[in-house]
């Protein structure tokens, strides 16, 4: 969990209904799509559309447990609203959220239809300096160089991206793009509140995929050198036995 250390708390302490994530994780500053099936979890979501909108995501610690206990949720997570909700023909629910601010669970409240909690919003340290700019280049270079190497992502996330001007918004913004990073590391990327922090670990992480996918592309390079050889040698061996019944 966060360091106490190195938190830092805003004084707004909300009430808010909560809803446990399976492998997944929505960051502040992203929009993301949501399939909701537990009744709990529609419940949750029926209780913040009937008032601010707003809802608590937390990722589970397993995602296979199907009804998880306070101890199997992660205490921090990001407090979003919901843009859209629409129930589908099979009972379930599909809802568009988007992350504002992390907060960290202080208490569970009572409510037998879902998870209601009590928690604090988490603000950030403001680094608004020289490195703090040199950062931003330089992890924005580093992503320009990850999607000319990584087909899956779009070239138009790098005009998105390049004009983001904000750490903390810039790091956020990145992590749902970092298809291989696994959960754990993700959460620990949430519960960072230090931007200059956040952004280092990410370009971190950018920089070993890169290597990873040059070294990917040797191996296709030289795997496919090796099969036109080996084709061409068959070509050549079929001929020459050809000629030789002849």
Same mark, same amino acid.
């Given at each position: 969990?966060?360091?106490?250390?190195?938190?830092?708390?805003?004084?707004?302490?909300?009430?808010?209904?909560?809803?446990?994530?399976?492998?997944?994780?929505?960051?502040?500053?992203?929009?993301?799509?949501?399939?909701?099936?537990?009744?709990?979890?529609?419940?949750?979501?029926?209780?913040?559309?009937?008032?601010?909108?707003?809802?608590?995501?937390?990722?589970?610690?397993?995602?296979?447990?199907?009804?998880?206990?306070?101890?199997?949720?992660?205490?921090?997570?990001?407090?979003?609203?919901?843009?859209?909700?629409?129930?589908?023909?099979?009972?379930?629910?599909?809802?568009? /959220? !988007?992350?504002?601010? @992390? *907060?960290?669970? +202080?208490?569970?409240?009572?409510?037998?239809?879902?998870? %209601?909690?009590?928690?604090?919003?988490?603000?950030?340290?403001?680094?608004?300096?020289?490195?703090?700019?040199?950062?931003?280049?330089?992890?924005?270079?580093?992503?320009?160089?990850?999607?000319?190497?990584?087909?899956?992502?779009?070239?138009?996330?790098?005009?998105?991206?390049?004009?983001?001007?904000?750490?903390?918004?810039?790091?956020?913004?990145?992590?749902?793009?970092?298809?291989?990073?696994?959960?754990?590391?993700?959460?620990?990327?949430?519960?960072?509140?230090?931007?200059?922090?956040?952004?280092?670990?990410?370009?971190?992480?950018?920089?070993?995929?890169?290597?990873?996918?040059? /070294? !990917?592309?040797?191996? @296709? *390079?030289?795997? +496919?050198?090796?099969?036109?050889?080996?084709?061409?040698? %068959?070509?050549?061996?079929?001929?020459?036995?050809?000629?030789?019944?002849?």
């Amino acid at each position: 969990m966060t360091d106490e250390k190195n938190k830092v708390e805003t004084n707004r302490a909300v009430k808010i209904p909560l809803l446990p994530l399976r492998e997944l994780l929505v960051f502040p500053s992203t929009v993301v799509p949501l399939f909701v099936g537990r009744d709990k979890s529609i419940q949750a979501l029926e209780h913040a559309m009937a008032t601010n909108k707003e809802i608590l995501l937390c990722a589970q610690l397993k995602a296979k447990t199907n009804d998880p206990s306070q101890d199997e949720i992660y205490e921090v997570g990001t407090i979003a609203t919901v843009l859209q909700l629409l129930r589908l023909p099979d009972g379930t629910v599909k809802v568009l /959220v !988007e992350g504002q601010k @992390r *907060a960290e669970i +202080k208490s569970y409240i009572d409510s037998e239809d879902f998870f %209601y909690v009590e928690a604090r919003e988490l603000s950030e340290k403001d680094t608004n300096t020289l490195e703090s700019e040199a950062l931003i280049r330089t992890v924005k270079m580093a992503f320009d160089n990850y999607v000319r190497l990584n087909k899956r992502i779009p070239p138009e996330m790098l005009l998105s991206i390049s004009q983001i001007e904000n750490e903390s918004k810039l790091a956020d913004t990145l992590v749902a793009h970092l298809a291989n990073l696994k959960l754990s590391d993700k959460q620990a990327l949430l519960e960072e509140i230090d931007p200059q922090k956040r952004l280092e670990e990410i370009y971190g992480y950018i920089q070993s995929e890169i290597e990873i996918m040059r /070294v !990917e592309k040797k191996i @296709r *390079a030289r795997v +496919k050198r090796q099969m036109e050889k080996n084709q061409k040698e %068959y070509y050549l061996n079929k001929q020459m036995s050809a000629i030789q019944k002849e």
